[in-house]
C-alpha cells in the first residue's frame, strides 16, 4: 500500500469523524450541530433547558430556542435568541405543572436549515403548594374607544358595537412572583377582540379567556396587562340599562389567586327596563 493511498484513507477517516462524529450532539446541518442539555434549577412550576450550538465558521444569522410538552410532540416553545458565534445557551419554560415529566429539545436555525436535538426529559416537583406569603396587587380598568374619553375608570358608560380596552395592573412590593397568570371570562355580550400587549410589547399571542401566562413578576416592577372588546350588537340587550360586570382572575405560586373588577353600563336605546348581568 503506498503512501499516498494510506494518507487518503487517513484522510478520509478524519473527515467521517470529523463529520459524522457530533451526531451523538444532534443532527448536523451544514456543519453545524446543536446539542440538547440537562435542564437544571428544576421547580413545580418552571425549569431552566440548557442546549449547545456548535458552528464551525463565523456565523452571523443564528436563532436558538427550545421546544418542550409533556411528550414528543412538544406543543410549545420558548422564544427565539440570537446566538452569532454558537457556544451555550440556556432558557426558562415557565407555566409547567406539578408532578410532570416533560420532554424538550433544542433547536438552531442557521443559514443552512433548522437543526434539531437530540430529545430529553425532566421530571417538576410533587407539590403545587404555595411556598411564599407574598402580596400581588391587581386593578383592573376599562376605557371606552368608541367614545373618545380616554379616561381609565373602574366603570365605564358605554353603547352596543361600542369598542373598549381593559387594562389590568399587576405589582409587587417585597418579592418576586412567579408563574403569573392572568384569566378573563367575559361576560355575555362583551366580544374579545385581541389587541393583546404587556407592558405595550405587542408580541403576546393567545386568549385571555384561556388564560396568558406572563412569568414572573419581579418585585417593584408593575406590569400592565391590555386588551380589546367590543359590546354586542343591540339586538343582544334589552331596552334601557345593562351592567355587565367583568372578573379578572389573576394566579401565582406565592400569593395564590386574586381577582379584579370593572364595569360596563350599556345603554340600549330607549329605557324601558333594566336588568344585570355579571360573570
Same mark, same amino acid.
Given at each position: ?130 411556598? &411564599?406569603?407574598?402580596?400581588? #396587587? %391587581?386593578?383592573?380598568? !376599562?376605557? =371606552? ?5 380616554? *379616561?381609565?375608570? /373602574? ?100 400569593? &395564590?389567586?386574586?381577582?379584579? #373588577? %370593572?364595569?360596563?353600563? !350599556?345603554? =340600549? ?5 333594566? *336588568?344585570?348581568? /355579571?360573570?
Amino acid at each position: 500500500m503506498t503512501k499516498i493511498y494510506k494518507a487518503s484513507i487517513l484522510l478520509l477517516i478524519c473527515f467521517t469523524i470529523f463529520s459524522f462524529g457530533t451526531l451523538v450532539q444532534g443532527q448536523i446541518v451544514g456543519g453545524a450541530s446543536v446539542q440538547t442539555n440537562s435542564a437544571t434549577n428544576i421547580t413545580n412550576y418552571q425549569a431552566t433547558l440548557n442546549g449547545y450550538l456548535g458552528i464551525p465558521y463565523l456565523s452571523y444569522s443564528n436563532y436558538v430556542y427550545f421546544q418542550w410538552g409533556t411528550n414528543s410532540g412538544y406543543g410549545n416553545q420558548t422564544p427565539q435568541q440570537y446566538l452569532n458565534n454558537g457556544g451555550s445557551f440556556s432558557q426558562i419554560a415557565t407555566g409547567l405543572a406539578y408532578n410532570t415529566t416533560y420532554h424538550f429539545r433544542a433547536v438552531a436555525q442557521t443559514g443552512s436549515g433548522t437543526i434539531y436535538g437530540q430529545d430529553m426529559t425532566f421530571y417538576t416537583g410533587q407539590s403545587n403548594s404555595y411556598y &411564599g406569603n407574598g402580596s400581588l #396587587s %391587581a386593578q383592573k380598568q !376599562v376605557i =371606552n374607544l368608541t367614545s373618545g374619553v380616554l *379616561s381609565w375608570q /373602574s366603570s365605564v358608560n358605554a353603547k352596543p358595537g361600542d369598542i373598549l380596552s381593559f387594562a389590568i395592573t399587576l405589582q409587587n412590593a417585597n418579592q418576586d412572583m412567579h408563574n403569573v397568570i392572568i384569566r378573563d371570562l367575559l361576560p355575555a355580550n362583551l366580544i374579545y377582540r385581541g389587541n393583546l400587549t404587556i407592558n405595550t410589547n405587542t408580541n403576546y399571542g393567545g386568549d385571555i379567556a384561556s388564560g396568558v401566562n406572563i412569568g414572573t413578576i419581579y418585585a417593584n416592577q408593575p406590569i400592565v396587562v391590555a386588551y380589546q372588546v367590543q359590546v354586542a350588537p343591540a339586538a343582544n340587550f334589552v331596552y334601557g340599562i345593562t351592567t355587565l360586570t367583568n372578573n379578572a382572575t389573576i394566579t401565582s405560586t406565592e400569593a &395564590g389567586t386574586q381577582t379584579a #373588577s %370593572a364595569t360596563v353600563v !350599556v345603554s =340600549n336605546a330607549l329605557v324601558y327596563g333594566a *336588568s344585570t348581568a /355579571s360573570t
